[in-house]
């Protein structure tokens, strides 16, 4: 993988949850205007735009979107925005379900992952041939886009909403060539790596529908041609490392976030460096340590 010659920035916004009692505007205002201050060149919005799918809750998400003044738009709906048949205000009030972007050197295929009134998602065999066709076009990075996680996400409790195909999807996308992976619905951010490839979930970007410590957040991708790093900004807060990785030799640092809230109760663990093997090999024992030092946290995520 090589990167283009020139810096970008992705901004990338999840589970907006508009119309949701426990929506916050102010906090979404706040983070449009940090987003449109980083001049980003894409922004992605991984569903959840809403809090029930209601036509009202839709032209809500809308007017939100609408602010954001950046060029390249990649909106998806999630679970919520499925609910009472709302996937049809979608499709009116934002277009197409599935979305593809080549920009840049850069590949973004974007998948609607829910099923109507369903938690759990799916992405759907029929759609594999579509995206290893999107993800033939000659990129320097690739960036797959869905609501729903692939991964389990630590300190989210009982997993029981995530993608059911998703082993073919993962295997899917590796053969694809596919760098990042990017998700939100648990509203908690992490990262993975699995293989060569960055697994990113987001938090929710403007509800108090939290776990644990958790606060809102979105996440912040910078590409240079040595280093691709993402970053979770608190609206009107800290901004804080996630990881970081060496696009050319996958070596990637992993970092202990204090404004995620699943900091540990010990200072001794700040970050940990692998060698870019993937899974089963190199270090990880300090993320291993500072999991076991941190409280354990768990909630009903039937809404998320």
């Known amino acids: 993988m090589k990167t283009s010659d020139r810096n970008r920035v992705i901004a990338h916004i999840s589970d907006l949850h508009c119309g949701h009692p426990h929506f916050v505007p102010e906090m979404l205002d706040l983070a449009i205007e940090e987003v449109n201050a980083l001049n980003p060149d894409v922004v992605v919005v991984s569903g959840d735009l809403t809090g029930f799918g209601f036509l009202p809750d839709y032209e809500l998400a809308r007017e939100y979107v609408d602010k954001i003044t950046c060029e390249h738009v990649v909106t998806i709906p999630g679970n919520h925005d499925a609910r009472n048949v709302g996937y049809l205000h979608f499709e009116d009030l934002f277009g197409p379900r599935n979305r593809v972007l080549h920009v840049d050197g850069m590949t973004i295929v974007a ?3 829910s099923e109507p009134d369903l938690n759990e998602g799916c992405v759907g065999r029929g759609r ?3 995206i290893r066709k999107q993800f033939s076009h000659p990129a320097d990075l690739r960036i797959f886009v869905l609501h729903h996680h692939l991964v389990p996400i630590p300190r989210t409790g009982r997993e029981r909403s995530m993608v059911t195909d998703s082993g073919d999807v993962l295997e899917l996308l590796t053969e694809c060539g596919v760098d990042i992976v990017l998700s939100g619905h648990k509203h908690v951010p992490y990262a993975w790596q699995l293989e060569e490839m960055f697994v990113i979930n987001a938090g929710t970007v403007s509800t108090t529908r939290l776990r644990g410590r ?6 912040i991708i910078e590409t240079t041609p040595n ?8 609206p009107g807060g800290e901004r804080e490392r996630v990881i970081s990785f060496d696009p050319a030799s996958r070596e990637y640092r992993k970092y202990i976030s204090d404004a995620s809230g699943w900091a540990p109760p010990v200072d001794n663990v700040r970050t940990v460096d692998h060698d870019g093997a993937g899974i089963g090999t190199g270090g990880g024992q300090g993320v291993s340590d500072a999991a076991a030092a941190a409280s354990s946290t768990s909630g009903d995520d039937t809404e998320s």
């Open 214 to 219: 958790v606060k809102p957040s979105y996440n």
């Open 111 to 113: 998948v609607d992952s």
């Open 128 to 130: 594999y041939g579509w």
């Open 227 to 234: 280093l691709i790093t993402i970053d979770q900004k608190i």
